[in-house]
């Protein structure tokens, strides 16, 4: 047998298979639409992070500000220090928190998407296999007399 024999045998072969793809649009469409929605979600968390950033950077500095001022007396700058520990602290406690509050909300948005995506895609998945049964099965019907033909020659 030759490369070109073989070659057209599988041809012949593969365009037996009836094979449709528009089964696989939904799945790459739907593939798509979960990518969109996922990262609207990530570029979501990502500006409230960094405006919960700046905002505490703003803070901070201001706060760095008082410090560096001039003062009149020594215990004037351990007051200025401990001053400013304490609002960093308190700062930093609640932005902690906005950014659990970040994260918590990404986790539940993921998380019901991924749900969702999943019932999507296993529909689409049962769909698609359905179809390609009753394809196959149209398929064999036409090549099921012709042996029964066949054998009783």
Same mark, same amino acid.
């Given at each position: 047998?030759?490369?070109?024999?073989?070659? +057209?045998?599988?041809?012949?072969?593969?365009?037996?298979?009836?094979?449709?793809?528009?089964?696989?649009?939904?799945?790459?469409?739907?593939?798509? %639409?979960?990518? &969109? =929605?996922?990262?609207?979600?990530?570029?979501?968390?990502?500006?409230?992070?960094? &405006?919960? $950033?700046?905002?505490?950077?703003?803070?901070?500095? #201001?706060?760095?500000?008082?410090? $560096?001022? %001039?003062? !009149? &007396?020594?215990?004037?700058?351990?007051?200025?220090?401990?001053?400013?520990?304490?609002?960093?602290?308190?700062?930093?406690? +609640?932005?902690?928190?906005?950014?659990? &509050?970040? #994260?918590?909300?990404?986790?539940? +948005?993921?998380? +019901?998407?991924?749900? $969702?995506?999943?019932?999507?895609?296993?529909? !689409?998945?049962?769909?698609?296999?359905?179809?390609?049964? !009753?394809?196959?099965?149209?398929?064999? =019907?036409?090549?099921?007399?012709? =042996?029964?033909?066949?054998?009783?020659?």
């Amino acid at each position: 047998m030759t490369n070109k024999d073989y070659t +057209e045998m599988m041809k012949d072969m593969w365009n037996a298979l009836p094979v449709d793809t528009s089964a696989m649009d939904g799945v790459y469409k739907s593939s798509a %639409a979960l990518s &969109e =929605k996922l990262s609207a979600v990530a570029l979501e968390a990502a500006g409230k992070s960094t &405006e919960i $950033s700046t905002h505490w950077t703003q803070a901070t500095l #201001a706060k760095i500000n008082d410090v $560096s001022k %001039a003062k !009149d &007396e020594p215990a004037d700058y351990a007051k200025a220090m401990s001053d400013f520990a304490s609002a960093a602290a308190e700062v930093a406690a +609640e932005n902690m928190a906005a950014f659990a &509050e970040i #994260a918590k909300k990404v986790q539940m +948005e993921t998380v +019901e998407l991924m749900v $969702s995506a999943g019932k999507d895609m296993g529909q !689409d998945a049962g769909a698609a296999m359905q179809k390609a049964a !009753d394809d196959m099965t149209a398929a064999a =019907k036409p090549a099921a007399p012709a =042996k029964k033909a066949t054998r009783a020659k």
